[in-house]
C-alpha cells in the first residue's frame, strides 16, 4: 500500500507537470506556504529570504502546518505521520542566498511584498540566473504581470499563479497568462497547480484578476460603512456570514490578506477600486497590519 507521501508524488506525476524543482522567494505567510504545499507533493522546493530570522520563523510554521496535516490524514498512526513530515520537510531547503537553486529551477515563484520596482528588478536578475527551461512567476494579487516582467527576456515563459491565504487550506490557484505567455507556458503551471492540490482557473492579465477585482468594492465598501458609522466591524462581518453564508466577513479577511496590502492598493493610481482610507491608514501607522502582526481589527496570538 502506497504512503501519502508516494500517493501524492504520483498524483503530481499523473499530472503531466514538467515542474519538479521549485524556487519560493520570500519567506513570509504566503511563500511559506506555497512552499510547503509544493514540498508536500513531492517536489524539490527551496524556499529564499534575506533575513534569517523570517527563514527560521517560516520554517517552524510550516513544520508545525505539515505536522497538523499529517495528524489530520494518519490521525493515530504516529509512525505513518512521523514519515510523512520527515518527508516532507525533506524535500524543503530554507535559504538566504538563492543562486544555486535558481541555477536548476524549473520554476520560480515570487512572494515577496508589493514593491514594483523591486519586483522588476529582482525578475530580472533572475532571468539572467535561470536556465532557459525556467518559468518564471509571480503571485501578485494587485498588479499586472506584464509590467512586473517588463524587463525579461524571456517573455513566453512568464505568468502569474496568485495563491491565496492560508495557501494550505485554501483551494483555489488562479494561474495568470499574458499575451506573450505561450500555451506550453500556461499548460505546465496549470497542470502543477493541479500536482499540488489546487482547483486552477484560467485569467488575462488583468488588474486584481478574478477574485480581487470582484472583492475590491465589497471590501471597500465594507470599510466606508465602519469610517461613517453605520454599523461596528464586528457587525459587519457577523452579518456577511450569517446573512451571505461567506466563511469570513470583510474585516477578519482583511486581517488575513494584511492591511498594508491594502493600503498599497489604496495609494496605487492604476487601480480600479482604490479609494483613501483613514481607517486602514492609521492602524497601519500603529502596526496593527493584521495575522501577521498579531494584531489587526482582531488580535491573535502568533
Request: net charge neutral; proline share 3%; hydrophobic share 40%.
Amino acid at each position: 500500500m502506497l504512503g501519502v507521501t508516494q500517493k501524492l508524488s504520483v498524483r503530481a506525476l499523473s499530472t503531466g507537470s514538467p515542474i519538479q524543482e521549485v524556487v519560493v522567494i520570500g519567506g513570509g505567510l504566503m511563500g511559506a506556504g506555497i512552499a510547503q504545499v509544493a514540498a508536500q507533493t513531492n517536489h524539490k522546493v527551496t524556499l529564499v529570504d534575506l533575513n534569517q530570522e523570517v527563514l527560521d520563523t517560516s520554517h517552524k510554521r510550516i513544520h508545525n502546518s505539515v505536522a497538523r496535516v499529517a495528524k489530520k490524514i494518519f490521525k493515530t498512526d504516529e509512525q505513518a505521520g512521523g514519515a510523512f513530515v520527515s518527508d516532507t520537510m525533506g524535500n524543503l531547503r530554507l535559504t538566504s542566498s538563492g543562486e544555486t537553486a535558481l541555477g536548476t529551477a524549473d520554476l520560480v515563484v515570487e512572494a515577496i511584498t508589493e514593491n514594483l520596482p523591486l519586483k522588476q528588478k529582482l525578475f530580472s536578475q533572475w532571468d539572467e540566473i535561470c536556465p532557459e527551461k525556467t518559468i518564471l512567476a509571480s503571485n501578485t494579487s494587485t498588479l499586472r504581470i506584464t509590467d512586473i516582467m517588463k524587463d525579461v527576456k524571456r517573455l513566453d515563459r512568464v505568468g502569474g499563479l496568485h495563491f491565496f491565504n492560508p495557501v494550505p487550506v485554501m483551494k483555489l490557484l488562479e494561474v495568470i497568462r499574458t499575451d506573450t505567455t505561450s500555451e506550453e507556458t500556461f499548460e505546465a503551471m496549470t497542470a502543477w497547480g493541479r500536482a499540488i492540490g489546487k482547483h486552477t482557473v484560467a485569467c488575462k492579465d488583468t488588474i486584481g484578476f478574478i477574485v480581487n477585482r470582484l472583492l475590491g468594492p465589497y471590501i471597500q465598501e465594507a470599510i466606508a460603512m465602519v469610517e461613517r458609522g453605520d454599523a461596528s466591524f464586528k457587525d459587519v462581518d457577523a452579518a456577511m456570514k450569517l446573512g451571505a453564508g461567506y466563511p469570513m466577513g470583510p474585516f477578519e479577511l482583511l486581517d488575513y490578506t494584511g492591511l498594508d496590502l491594502h493600503k498599497f492598493i489604496n495609494e496605487n493610481p492604476d487601480h480600479p477600486f482604490r479609494k483613501e482610507s483613514q481607517l486602514i491608514n492609521s492602524m497601519v501607522e500603529q502596526g496593527k497590519l493584521g495575522v501577521k502582526s498579531g494584531e489587526g481589527f482582531y488580535k491573535y496570538t502568533k
